[in-house]
């Protein structure tokens, strides 16, 4: 759907995502974030690109007809890409990426980084571009892992970032892969945590028995020279 709009920065034609088929990534991501369930303005806002407040201040008739179709999917249609499979390849910059079955190629930056962004707070649908980047970065430009390549650190850097490009793509093609990785990485999360309290728990009792050990053999000798 199109509509052409002006505001006070001039007159613009909207392409406006009004399926779940054309929403992009980072649509998809602001719709779970940003919007509340209930504001349609703030939803029209997200799926066309038009600021929030020239949406609210419009008289306009067509924007208005716009707003009610473009925003009845996000009610009525499943968003069924929630039920994909995990796809074998991902088109990015012109190129047929391999998505791996297993998550046991990540290095230990890239766990990292995904993980800091893990808390109680947040649904795995924000993090959909974030930890696509994450993973798919060495893939997709080869060698080793770069986080200013696959998020950047600064705004120019963010610019050009694997995951600016992921944001774009639609959600239909991102969304079984991010999941995928996250659920998979939650997964083994447990485990791998539990091993890791297991050495620090190891390592600190057989120190503990090592200094206990120290401290008989001073006092033995200490005894003896008595």
């Known amino acids: 759907m199109k509509i052409t709009v002006t505001t006070s920065k001039g007159t613009r034609s909207h392409e406006i995502a009004d399926s779940w ?3 992009s990534t980072g649509q998809y991501q602001r719709i779970v974030t940003d919007w509340d369930g209930k504001d349609l303005v703030k939803a029209f806002s997200i799926l066309s690109g038009i600021e929030y407040t020239a949406v609210a201040a419009s008289d306009s008739q067509e924007m208005e007809e716009a707003l009610i179709l473009s925003t009845r999917f996000l009610f009525t249609d499943e968003p069924v890409f929630k039920q994909f499979d995990l796809p074998k390849v991902i088109t990015i910059r012109g190129k047929d990426i391999p ?3 297993r998550i046991g190629r ?7 980084h995904v993980r800091q962004k ?12 974030f930890v696509t980047a ?4 060495p893939l997709v430009d080869g060698g080793l892992f770069d986080f200013g390549k696959a998020i950047g650190e600064t705004d120019q850097e963010k ?17 079984p892969v991010g999941f995928f990785l996250l659920s998979q990485l939650l997964g083994s999360g447990l485990d791998s945590t539990q091993r890791w309290e297991s050495t620090v728990v190891t390592a600190l009792r057989d120190a503990g028995l090592f200094l ?5 053999n001073v006092s033995n000798h200490l005894t003896t020279w008595t």
Request: hydrophobic share 35%.
């Open 106 to 112: 990540l290095s230990i930056a890239q766990n990292l």
């Open 134 to 137: 994450i993973y798919l970065q």
């Open 159 to 175: 610019e050009i970032s694997l995951e600016t490009e992921v944001k774009k793509l639609p959600i239909m093609q991102t969304y």
């Open 99 to 101: 998505i791996p079955s």
């Open 21 to 23: 088929e054309k929403l």
């Open 118 to 129: 893990l808390n109680p707070e947040r649904s795995y649908d924000e993090l959909i571009s």
């Open 212 to 216: 206990r050990r120290q401290t008989s």
